[in-house]
């Protein structure tokens, strides 16, 4: 993550986004990846027979860092969910957190935080749609941001 000010090209400038206040000191990030909810909550689990629920766990985490207040280490997150249960509490800390920083990244995103955390837990363990709920809302930070691609510093709108 930059501090500088430098849009990515074709991008408008802080300033000229409708209706969002410029983070302070013109801070940029990398945008997060765009992901197909479906294909991330079905299709990909199961051709991997699961191994990519994991996967795709260290990611969402790694996404959350667009906001660079996020203080996370998607592989200590990741061996929460995957150890923790032998404690029984740290996986249900470790995914209520992350809807929590996703909510922080809408922020960034200069977006009203829309994913709950709360939900999100209870999707993932009552209904199994956790994923689709937690990539939909990602997503969502990637879509402030109409044509950057995945990787270029976009300006953040609020901090």
Same mark, same amino acid.
């Given at each position: 993550?930059?501090? !500088?000010?430098? $849009?990515?090209?074709?991008?408008? @400038?802080? #300033?000229?986004?409708?209706?969002?206040?410029?983070? $302070?000191?013109?801070?940029?990030? *990398?945008?997060?990846?765009?992901?197909? *909810? /479906?294909?991330? %909550? +079905?299709?990909?689990?199961?051709? !991997?027979?699961?191994? &990519? =629920?994991?996967? %795709? &766990?260290?990611?969402?985490?790694?996404? !959350?860092?667009?906001?660079?207040?996020?203080?996370?280490?998607?592989?200590?997150? +990741? +061996? @929460?969910?995957?150890?923790?249960?032998?404690?029984?509490? $740290?996986?249900?800390?470790? /995914?209520?957190? @992350?809807?929590?920083?996703?909510?922080?990244?809408?922020?960034?995103?200069?977006?009203?935080? !829309?994913?709950?955390?709360?939900?999100?837990?209870?999707?993932?363990?009552?209904?199994?749609?956790?994923?689709?709920? &937690?990539?939909? #809302?990602? =997503?969502?930070?990637?879509?402030?941001? *109409?044509?950057?691609?995945?990787?270029? $510093?976009?300006?953040?709108?609020?901090?």
């Amino acid at each position: 993550m930059s501090d !500088t000010t430098i $849009p990515a090209p074709g991008f408008p @400038t802080p #300033e000229a986004m409708p209706g969002a206040a410029p983070a $302070p000191g013109g801070m940029t990030s *990398p945008l997060p990846k765009s992901r197909n *909810p /479906i294909v991330v %909550w +079905l299709l990909l689990p199961i051709v !991997t027979l699961g191994i &990519y =629920n994991l996967v %795709w &766990y260290y990611k969402i985490n790694k996404d !959350t860092q667009f906001n660079p207040r996020t203080s996370v280490d998607p592989a200590k997150a +990741l +061996l @929460t969910l995957m150890f923790g249960g032998i404690v029984i509490i $740290p996986p249900f800390v470790s /995914i209520k957190r @992350t809807g929590d920083r996703i909510a922080a990244a809408q922020r960034a995103a200069g977006l009203a935080p !829309t994913c709950n955390g709360v939900v999100g837990l209870l999707l993932m363990f009552v209904f199994h749609l956790g994923q689709l709920y &937690y990539q939909a #809302e990602m =997503n969502k930070v990637v879509a402030a941001y *109409p044509g950057a691609t995945a990787g270029t $510093p976009v300006p953040l709108r609020a901090a």
